[in-house]
């Protein structure tokens, strides 16, 4: 299985983009057709493991309702009648609209929309920046990953809570995370750790797989997981258990950390968060006296109503315990210091392309300064509920255009049936994916986009690997479908804007270090950089104060609490008690399936058939109290709406909750019940992790509305 | 002496589908593969909560049920290393092995029109590469070894062996009390 020829058949190395993992993949070639895909076995990153999702890639690119070239509506919006039409006609009514738009009410009307555009999202901003528009959103700079990831910079001058040194470590705490659904390497490190004897905590408000591998459990009420970490540090403190030289040496602010903590007593937390004051206390004396100690976290952490403080609570616990860029312990990731041309940090953004006037017209901009404005320590973007309330009143200006690119907001986005209204009123909307998503067909231009197999990228997202990049190749052609990146440049020219050229010119440009040209670079495979613990030691923390912040002086200047704090969800049985007699569950849309990422997935059949339907969980007392059946159609409701799914009576989760899964179309989709009506401070996250519903049986009446 | 075992530990499965996914690549099949990952719980195992991921498949019985109904000659065969393989040039899909496994490991798959079974990637095992779902998966929990690598890794271990699968038990620990 090297690379090479074999009889009929070649094989390339290439890197999936299912996920931000980017696993080195060897792609077999025939008669011009990829017939399989596996795991590179010599790869250091996944050592040939491969998951379903990139395993069926096969069955992605050649899908036969995939969009094989550009579309035009020819019907009513929605209506589902389209042309056929070049390329050439397709940019050019895009960029017509859109400079039309932009000359009459400025660039600020047209809004630019993105999914996680995995391993081109500085380029694509790029593209909007040099555009001019300051509306561009992407759900996760509030919703996922860019709040953790804020929280992590203000403490520790740089991204550390994502980097888990699984090889070297002796005990994982996994947070809202089930790794082998999202973060297929990770879990595979994570069992290896595990099988080598490592300890395994996992808090999730589900028993989740990981969970069922974990030495202990912490099952906590959805959107405590402030409080859950609070209470682990005055564990730790109270106890001693923290490493009094590091903490002396490279924090500041423990003592008032110390005066928080006392305010966040075992009793108080078991009482917020469902999780017995003895399991709490368990799991802080395993982390802290395991060592080293890391953690896994995702998503869960940042769809709470104070999304900074929740992580900023859990950084506590690296920080005090000197678990941080040590072997075995959250470490910092190696692209900088090896001189990589890191695509987030060479300014392929242009972010100096905006002018500050323009700049501050953005929607979001005063009122969350870590999202929007001067003051993200990240990507700075636009806010999506001010979006969509400016488009619902007009202002504090119209908004007129929409240009989505890799990405189904009607699936994805909070309260939809609002979201799909407003939508529907824009006066253009262009979208380039792979299907005719729910998106896409209220679409004016469809676009059609590639496959991981159909173009080249450099993988340096910094969420795949802390101390690697790896190579995703062109290797086939599919109908007229072009790259994202292409997409932009072409677009560019169209649209009179001095962009990238091609796709090969900037992928040229990225590895202009490692080689001659992108072909010559990617072909040698993976590059890894050697790993280079405590870096603070030769330099400080890159925070004002060099050193590790629990007290951050920069959130109390943003108004903000500087000691990391709990606030119970705006939407609970605690916070209102009355609304809570009509919808008595919390409802969290915390659930994956292995086979499908957000909105992706569900037309291949490899995959489909591993997961039929929308399924919730339901705990068997529960079930029994509103008379459901294991396999009842259900219908759940919330102020917002109502939803499908199918009642799936298990053990995996509490009698006070329920999980739904996001990413289903249409009336089994859960952002019909979810909210943009709460935001939390500095971010503006909207909570999708404890909101309050109904349940009953489907045959008391279907879903209306 | 196999030359070829599966090891299953199944502490390490981490119900992913991958096996699954990449047995249907691998035999270019649009549906049910040769190997399955069964979901045993949440349960309580007393105060404990447990829940399990099970490969079902075929087991490559040293006597096999499927070779022994089989009403023609060489159909269903077991190999000189134990491999159990169903030549579907030969099956009449009578059917009648899948009703006779004991494991519920044939299956007549509707869109290919044969009965299919795992044959343990005995193509990439001739090549010297691993099957592909082990190749694949991603919690280290399946393997091929020889009989004495096997001998070494169930050593002490609470193992069970049906054909040339050794399910390893409790191999991790799990003290995951529920309240």
């Given at each position: 299985m090297a690379v090479g020829k074999k009889d009929d058949l070649t094989i390339e190395k290439t890197a999936c983009q299912h996920c931000h993992m980017s696993c080195d993949v060897l792609a077999y070639i025939k008669e011009g057709r990829v017939i399989k895909v596996e795991g590179d076995p010599d790869s250091p990153h996944n050592k040939g493991m491969m998951c379903g999702k990139g395993l069926a890639i096969t069955q992605l690119t050649y899908h036969p309702d995939r969009i094989h070239y550009p579309l035009k509506r020819a019907?009513?919006?929605?209506?589902?009648?389209?042309?056929?039409?070049?390329?050439?006609?397709?940019?050019?009514?895009?960029a017509?609209?859109?400079?039309?738009?932009?000359?009459?009410?400025?660039?600020?009307?047209?809004?630019?929309?993105?999914?996680?555009?995995?391993?081109?999202?500085?380029?694509?901003?790029?593209f909007i920046n040099t555009f001019g528009s300051p509306n561009w959103y992407e759900p996760g700079m509030a919703q996922c990953f860019f709040p953790r990831c804020t929280s992590s910079v203000l403490t520790f001058g740089g991204e550390v809570m994502e980097h888990a040194d699984h090889d070297h470590t002796n005990c994982v705490l996994v947070w809202a995370s089930n790794p082998p659904n999202c973060w297929p390497v990770k879990a595979m490190r994570i069992m290896e750790a595990k099988a080598r004897g490592a300890k395994l905590i996992v808090a999730d408000p589900i028993f989740t797989p990981i969970a069922s591998k974990a030495d202990l459990f912490l099952q906590l009420r959805p959107g405590t997981d402030a409080a859950l970490a609070l209470g682990m540090v005055s564990v730790i403190i109270a106890e001693e258990l923290y490493d009094k030289r590091f903490v002396e040496k490279w924090t500041i602010g423990f003592d008032k950390l110390r005066k928080r903590a006392d305010e966040y007593p075992l009793s108080r937390v078991e009482a917020i968060t469902q999780v017995p004051a003895e399991k709490i206390q368990k799991a802080a004396r395993l982390y802290a006296n395991n060592g080293p100690s890391c953690i896994t976290q995702c998503v869960g952490i940042d769809q709470v109503i104070d999304t900074i403080q929740t992580s900023?609570?859990?950084?506590?616990?690296?920080?005090?315990?000197?678990?941080?860029?040590?072997?075995?312990?959250?470490?910092?990731?190696?692209?900088?210091?090896?001189?990589?041309?890191?695509q987030w940090r060479d300014n392929y953004e242009r972010r100096e392309a905006i002018p500050d006037e323009v700049l501050e017209k953005r929607l979001g901009f005063e009122k969350y300064p870590l999202l929007c404005g001067n003051d993200a320590l990240l990507t700075p973007g636009a806010h999506i509920p001010s979006?969509?309330?400016?488009?619902?009143?007009?202002?504090?200006?119209?908004?007129?255009?929409?240009?989505?690119?890799?990405?189904?907001?009607?699936?994805?986005?909070?309260?939809?049936?609002?979201?799909?209204?407003?939508?529907?009123?824009?006066?253009?909307?262009?979208?380039?994916?792979?299907?005719?998503?729910?998106?896409?067909?209220?679409?004016?231009?469809?676009?059609?986009?590639?496959?991981?197999?159909?173009?080249?990228?450099?993988?340096?997202?910094?969420?795949?690997s802390y101390d690697s990049i790896g190579f995703q190749r062109k290797l086939v052609r599919i109908g007229e479908c072009k790259s994202d990146i292409t997409i932009f440049c072409e677009l560019s020219e169209k649209l009179g804007l001095d962009y990238w050229k091609s796709e090969k010119e900037l992928m040229d440009h990225r590895v202009r270090t490692l080689g001659n040209g992108f072909d010559e670079v990617a072909k040698r495979g993976r590059i890894t950089f050697p790993m280079v613990y405590r870096k603070h030691e030769r330099k400080g923390f890159n925070t004002p104060s060099g050193k590790i912040e629990l007290f951050s002086k920069r959130l109390g200047e943003l108004g903000e609490d500087p000691l990391p704090s709990y606030t119970e969800s705006p939407e609970s049985p605690f916070s209102q008690p009355e609304l809570a007699?009509?919808?008595?569950?919390?409802?969290?849309?915390?659930?994956?399936?292995?086979?499908?990422?957000?909105?992706?997935g569900r037309r291949i059949p490899w995959l489909r058939q591993m997961a039929l339907r929308q399924e919730v969980a339901i705990h068997p007392e529960t079930a029994s109290l509103f008379e459901i059946e294991d396999g009842d159609e259900i219908v759940l409701e919330s102020p917002r709406g109502q939803m499908k799914a199918i009642a799936f009576i298990s053990h995996e989760t509490r009698k006070e909750w329920i999980q739904v899964e996001p990413g289903w179309e249409g009336e089994w989709n859960v952002n019909r019940l979810t909210t943009q009506q709460y935001c939390a401070p500095l971010v503006g996250t909207y909570p999708m992790r404890g909101l309050l519903c109904s349940i009953r049986k489907a045959t008391q009446g279907g879903v209306r509305g | 002496m196999a030359k070829y075992n599966f090891l299953f530990e199944v502490d390490r499965c981490v119900y992913c589908h991958a096996c699954e996914i990449a047995c249907m690549q691998e035999n270019e099949l649009p549906s049910h593969p040769w190997t399955r990952v069964v979901q045993a719980g949440p349960r309580y195992k007393g105060k404990i909560l447990a829940l399990d991921f099970l490969q079902q498949r075929c087991v490559h019985c040293e006597d096999p049920f499927c070779v022994r109904v089989c009403p023609v000659d060489g159909a269903?065969?077991?190999?000189?290393?134990?491999?159990?393989?169903?030549?579907?040039?030969?099956?009449?899909?009578?059917?009648?092995c899948v009703n006779v496994c004991p494991y519920g490991a044939l299956e007549f798959n509707p869109d290919k029109n044969i009965i299919g079974k795992c044959n343990f990637c005995l193509d990439r095992?001739?090549?010297?590469?691993?099957?592909?779902?082990v190749h694949t998966c991603m919690g280290r929990a399946l393997e091929v070894l020889g009989e004495e690598e096997l001998e070494l890794r169930v050593a002490g271990k609470k193992a069970k062996k049906a054909g040339l699968i050794t399910y390893l038990l409790n191999t991790i620990s799990r003290e995951c009390d529920h309240h």
């Open positions: 019907g009513d919006r929605g209506e589902g009648k389209w042309a056929r039409i070049s390329w050439d006609e397709a940019l050019g009514e895009i017509s609209n859109l400079n039309r738009i932009k000359e009459t009410y400025g660039p600020e009307a047209v809004v630019f929309g993105h999914g996680t555009c995995r391993g081109w999202f500085p380029i694509y901003v790029g900023r609570a859990i950084c506590m616990l690296p920080a005090i315990t000197g678990n941080v860029d040590i072997p075995g312990g959250n470490v910092f990731d190696m692209l900088l210091p090896a001189g990589f041309p890191d979006i969509i309330d400016c488009m619902e009143t007009g202002k504090p200006y119209p908004l007129k255009a929409l240009y989505i690119h890799g990405s189904n907001p009607l699936v994805q986005m909070a309260d939809h049936n609002r979201i799909k209204g407003l939508f529907l009123k824009m006066d253009f909307i262009s979208v380039a994916d792979l299907f005719l998503t729910e998106t896409a067909e209220i679409a004016d231009i469809v676009l059609p986009a590639a496959t991981w197999l159909e173009w080249d990228n450099v993988k340096d997202s910094f969420q795949q007699k009509e919808y008595p569950l919390i409802l969290t849309t915390g659930g994956r399936k292995p086979v499908y990422r957000h909105s992706e | 269903i065969e077991r190999n000189e290393d134990g491999i159990v393989l169903l030549y579907h040039n030969l099956c009449i899909l009578c059917q009648a095992l001739r090549e010297g590469h691993k099957p592909s779902c």
